[in-house]
């Protein structure tokens, strides 16, 4: 990374900062301070926000909060995001690369409107005000906060014929509208999301060393029925009224998925979701899953509203506001997983972005609706917001021998973990001393530089050809702020990847491939050390020791407390499952004779996992049943139809290695969090 003085925009940021106060009439004082901060490296961006705003007329409170709830004030080292957003003010500019580079092809209904929507174009609309070019307000972060405070200032002039708000509060509609929200209700909540950060005010360290303070500003009483004044109208949810579940802060609608007979003279052929009554009748809801579309939000709609496709979720969250839609009652079983022992326990939720961009960051609308919703639902269905309950795809391991390598691994190493887990009030962070026998994988996202590349056929979606999606390979993300940390067969970068026995048969080593997971500890979750040596720490892993660097200069775990089980005394190996299902004999004779006279869903181990004697796995929580949910016909009249058999043999879910896993209760001994 550079320094920051090296830059000649920082070094010009003093003296514009110094005529542009005096421009605005403000005190000698004011001029030393900020042209101080600009001469401070530590301080530059904020120098760059306080000119900007003297220069158009923007309170400065105002635009530091916009550019906060848009990107953090991060600059991203001048990297898009999945919404072809730039810099700090996050300025749109999507073109026929991206929309070709997310497999989008120009026979999809949205291609061409895509490319005019002015929402996406947000840089040009800054370059043109500033007199420059896109590229300009794309590269150079002072030119970019300066495009954002013209549009902001040109939107209030808009609103105030001509004229710039007298007060903090007459900005509403202005920051409204930088939301670029097509419908009112998910504009308001940007703009109360804006409103909120100036009553706390923030401060924080960007990733790239930058110290900005938002200092709170007292007496604010926006006019929220402002957002009117920027022509919206609320878009009703088709063929539906019903009521999303949902936080009453976020903005939601509801459409509703696939649940559709494709045979009329085959009552088993339906989809895309199983109907049940979560969490009454023992069918509790213990999971969220995040998921990343690989599609445009419109385009995710289409799928999961196409019964054929035989997928679906319980939200999709829009990538450039937020806006969350609720397609399946949470009560409801989505078949989001391919698993499920996890998927009939878990609320899915689809994200629009790409897990095949690696680089390319999520934004913050995202994060923030998302993080929004899994709080929301943690807390109504009492879930833990710790990595063993709040999982992605790729934590869910395939429940079949042939399932195991070919299971999703969104939303992908270019999901930050950390600030999401900082966004649900429960950040990954130490519980225990230094030294701990268990910790926690933290690398600190934005300096954690990873180079992994990826070439296969994203989610499946070839299949659905036309409309949908199409796809080149490979793609490589260059030392990109990544969530997990490499492991190795010993503490050397210079020694063999780990190699999963499933992905690699034939025991080659392990690969910087994206979607090979089987040499990857994800950020959050927990492991038992095996080993320690300078710069490197050793965790049981997928029945292997791997070894991840670990030094006091540079670490990448946490010491944390947990429970953690341990083969019983005497057994030389005990088997991992990847399924919880009950014993046979739970099933009760006719309805082993409506299956065809053999017990459904037999409970085997994964022939190519084991845990030796030797090892330990932090365990999720306490012993739970086995159990199965069937929902076998559409109008649910076969027999036991959409009944939950819960057996008698206990199971502990663990952190096996990137994924979950089960292990008998008969099996292990627990030892207690010390």
Not at 30 to 55: G, I, L, N, Y
Not at 576 to 600: C, K, L, M, N
Request: one cysteine or more; charged letters at 20%; aromatic letters at 10%.
């Amino acid at each position: 990374m550079h320094h920051p003085l090296s830059h000649p925009r920082r070094r010009r940021a003093a003296t514009l900062v110094a005529a542009l106060s005096l421009l605005a009439g403000l005190s000698v004082t004011a001029v030393t301070t900020t042209a101080a901060q600009a001469d401070d490296p530590q301080s530059a961006r904020q120098a760059e926000f306080t000119a900007a705003a003297a220069e158009f007329g923007v309170p400065a409170p105002v635009l530091e909060a916009v550019s906060y709830y848009e990107t953090r004030w991060e600059d991203h080292a001048g990297q898009e995001n999945a919404e072809a957003g730039y810099g700090p003010m996050n300025l749109t500019d999507l073109t026929t690369k991206e929309l070709d580079a997310d497999g989008l092809t120009t026979q999809s209904p949205r291609y061409a409107d895509l490319l005019t929507a002015p929402a996406e174009h947000t840089a040009a609309a800054a370059a043109a005000l500033l007199g420059t070019d896109t590229a300009t307000v794309q590269s150079d972060e002072a030119q970019n906060i300066r495009g954002g405070a013209a549009l902001l200032a040109s939107y209030a002039k808009s609103y105030g014929h001509g004229k710039l708000p007298g007060t903090v509060d007459g900005w509403y509609a202005a920051a409204a509208r930088y939301g670029q929200s097509t419908e009112d209700k998910v504009a308001q909540a940007f703009a109360d999301g804006v409103w909120s950060a100036m009553r706390t005010g923030e401060t924080r360290t960007t990733d790239d060393g930058q110290q900005v303070t938002l200092a709170p500003v007292p007496g604010l009483h926006p006019n929220r029925n402002d957002v009117r004044k920027l022509g919206l109208k609320d878009v009703t949810p088709p063929e539906s009224d019903q009521k999303p579940e949902c936080p009453k802060s976020a903005k939601c609608n509801y459409i509703p998925g696939a649940y559709t007979l494709l045979d009329p003279n085959d009552l088993a052929d339906y989809g895309s979701h199983d109907l049940a009554d979560r969490p009454n009748g023992g069918l509790d809801i213990r999971y969220i899953t995040l998921h990343t579309t690989d599609e445009t939000y419109d385009g995710t709609l289409d799928l999961f509203r196409d019964p054929t496709y035989a997928a679906g979720a319980n939200y999709v969250v829009r990538s450039s506001d937020g806006l969350i839609t609720q397609m399946t009652p949470d009560k409801d079983i989505a078949w989001d997983s391919a698993n499920r022992s996890f998927y009939q326990h878990s609320i899915g939720i689809e994200q629009e972005a790409w897990a095949t961009h690696g680089a390319a960051w999520f934004s913050e609308d995202l994060y923030r609706s998302t993080a929004s919703l899994v709080k929301y639902l943690a807390a109504k269905y009492d879930i833990p917001l710790d990595r063993a309950h709040i999982l992605g795809h790729d934590n869910i391991p395939g429940s079949s021998e042939s399932g195991i390598a070919t299971q999703h691994w969104d939303p992908g190493p270019g999901w930050d973990w950390e600030h999401f887990f900082d966004l649900l009030g429960a950040p990954i962070q130490a519980t225990a001393k230094k030294g701990s026998d268990i910790v926690a994988i933290k690398p600190g996202y934005q300096n954690n530089k990873q180079t992994t590349t990826y070439c296969d056929d994203v989610q499946g979606y070839k299949q659905f050809p036309g409309p949908y999606r199409s796809f080149d390979c490979p793609v490589t993300s260059t030392d990109a702020p990544s969530s997990f940390v490499p492991l190795y067969t010993q503490p050397s970068t210079g020694s063999p990847l780990l190699s999963d026995p499933y992905l690699h048969p034939t025991g080659t080593a392990g690969t910087n491939a994206m979607n090979d997971w089987g040499d990857k500890a994800p950020s959050g979750e927990q492991y038992v050390v095996a080993d320690r040596k300078p710069g490197w720490t050793a965790i049981w892993y997928g029945g292997q020791e791997a070894w991840l660097q670990d030094s006091a200069q540079h670490p990448t775990t946490v010491p944390v407390k947990a429970e953690r089980i341990v083969p019983k005394a005497g057994r030389t190996t005990i088997p991992v499952y990847t399924t919880a299902y009950p014993e046979s004999s739970v099933y009760p004779a006719d309805f082993v004779a409506f299956e065809g006279g053999t017990a459904p869903r037999p409970q085997t181990p994964a022939k190519k996992y084991a845990i030796a004697a030797d090892q330990s796995y932090v365990a999720s929580g306490p012993a739970e049943n086995t159990d199965s949910y069937f929902a076998i016909y559409y109008d649910g009249s076969a027999p036991y139809d959409q009944h939950d058999f819960i057996g008698k043999t206990k199971v502990y879910e663990i952190v096996y290695n990137h994924r979950m896993a089960f292990v008998s209760a008969d099996d292990v001994d627990v030892v207690p969090a010390s």
